[in-house]
């Protein structure tokens, strides 16, 4: 046989903002394209023109920008299958089911909303599941092909040729088999002229060349049917990797808009980048086989295999996405962190001598924002009123500590490099000379930045300055 192309797409509905899980589904068809050489489609699926919300089609290309997972084909990008649009492929639709309808395998809905919702309750009554193939129009029912002109005007339903025992293997999931009730005589093309999504992505799934095709839980139950119109036209359908769930922060429901799904460009504005959002992600439901965590996108690439794909739910869990983030910051060139940690910054305190300090301490880029908001910052700026009850260390007294303060101010007048690391030296020095480095480390860092939690002193004074050091110092002392 001959090797086909592995051909992915992303086939989103733009019902709205797209979160982690949308995503995660773009990225594993992405990465299974570009590991194999293959090709990544981009399809908007807008048949359904009720659910639609306004801005959502910019909103996934957004998030797809930002992740740069860029497509092969689509929208924008164009590719030998345009339009990538659904809502401009109509004809294409119902040129497929033309071939249905010669097959005697598609057939004009006879009943009003009002009969089918009759049928409905009339099998809720008898305790027994609503199947519409039960209420065929009997002109159906022979065995030729028994066909009644269709003139758009009514939906037109699939004519499920055989019900039986559906069986199949998903590439995560494996054997899996549905009964006859999972077979129903479903809506191709609806009234209003556009198909269902159940009919039109087969139509493009087969036109596009698909090869293999990722996609959530929830599509397990209506595969049997998606199978038997490959079956009906008489087209091999593609390889099914069925994602697992991304579960809630606790761990027990579904994630869901409710339970912390938020729109992903929220991410974007907190400031994790990207590449650690696209290693989280990949990590939602995939496990590598070792112990590695942080992956570059390339080992990504490398790296992912569909049979590592797991079953069980994966929960979303951001303290790990703010590790994968820090991970991720530590290995970008310091330049390109100052531009962005300054970008952060309001304009009054935007000093590159807060680099590293800040980097220091943030996950996430709007970790600033809260440090600025608590006014972790402001000390640098605006000499702190010293609560002198909070001065000593434990167990020490005023004259102890205003001794040891002093033996801190000879100490630094003598640094001429006044960098952390000296700075440290000759502090350590005096302070391992006393009962407990606490009784000089503390006041001194208490006494220039005013707070009771801060970063070290050493840090802190190399960026106040040797002048502003020691004269923040000796106020204290007098
Ligand atoms: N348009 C479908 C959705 O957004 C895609 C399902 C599929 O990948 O086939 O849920």
Redesign the pocket.
């Known amino acids: 046989m001959v090797e086909r192309k592995v051909v992915t797409r992303f086939?989103?509905?733009p019902t709205g903002f797209m979160h982690v899980g949308?995503v995660r589904?773009a990225l594993y068809a992405w990465l299974w394209a570009r590991k194999n050489g293959g090709t990544f489609i981009l399809r908007i699926?807008d048949t359904d023109k009720d659910r639609e919300v306004a801005g959502s089609i910019d909103h996934i290309k957004e998030c797809l920008k930002w992740l740069e997972l860029d497509w092969d084909e689509g929208p924008d990008k164009g590719g030998p299958h345009l339009p990538y649009v659904q809502s401009e492929r109509l004809e294409l639709y119902k040129r497929y089911a033309q071939i249905l309808i010669n097959k005697g395998l598609a057939y004009p809905d006879p009943y009003t909303s009002d009969q089918l919702d009759e049928f409905r309750e009339q099998a809720e009554l008898a305790g027994k599941p609503f199947l519409y193939r039960e209420h065929r129009p009997a002109y159906l029912s022979g065995e030729g092909k028994n066909r009644e002109k269709w003139d758009e005007t009514k939906p037109l339903r699939f004519r499920t040729p055989e019900i039986k025992e559906t069986k199949w293997n998903d590439l995560v999931y494996g054997e899996l088999s549905a009964g006859p009730e999972a077979l129903d005589d479903f809506i191709l093309i609806k009234s209003d002229g556009y198909p269902t999504?159940n009919f039109a992505?087969i139509v493009d799934d087969i036109e596009m060349g698909v090869t293999h095709?990722m996609?959530g839980q929830e599509?397990i139950s209506s595969t049997p049917k998606f199978l038997a119109v490959y079956e009906a036209l008489e087209v091999l359908p593609p390889l099914f990797a069925t994602l697992p769930p991304i579960l809630a922060p606790d761990g027990k429901k579904k994630l869901g808009k409710r339970d912390g799904a938020k729109d992903l460009l929220e991410y974007r504005k907190e400031g994790y980048l990207p590449e650690a959002m696209i290693n989280f992600l990949a990590l939602l439901g995939w496990n590598p086989g070792t112990d590695q965590e942080i992956f570059r996108k390339e080992e990504l690439v490398n790296s992912f295999k569909l049979e590592q794909v797991q079953r069980s739910g994966a929960r979303l869990d951001e303290k790990k996405l703010d590790w994968i983030n820090k991970e991720h910051l530590k290995t970008k060139p310091e330049k390109e962190l100052e531009v962005l940690i300054l970008e952060r910054l309001p304009k009054e305190i935007r000093n590159p001598k807060l680099v590293p300090l800040i980097l220091e301490r943030i996950s996430k880029f709007s970790d600033i924002d809260t440090m600025v908001k608590e006014k972790e910052l402001e000390f640098f700026f605006v000499r702190p009123k010293i609560d002198r009850q909070k001065l000593s260390f434990k167990g020490t007294t005023a004259e102890e500590t205003k001794e040891n303060l002093r033996k801190a101010i000879s100490a630094l007048s003598a640094v001429q490099d006044f960098k952390k690391e000296e700075i440290k030296s000759v502090l350590m020095q005096v302070a391992e000379g006393l009962d407990g480095r606490g009784k000089l480390l503390h006041p001194v860092r208490f006494a220039l930045s005013g707070l009771e939690r801060s970063p070290d002193p050493f840090i802190i004074a190399e960026i106040l300055g040797k002048d502003e050091t020691l004269s923040r110092l000796k106020e204290v002392v007098k």
């Open positions: 086939a989103p509905s949308g589904t699926e999504y992505h095709v996609r599509f």
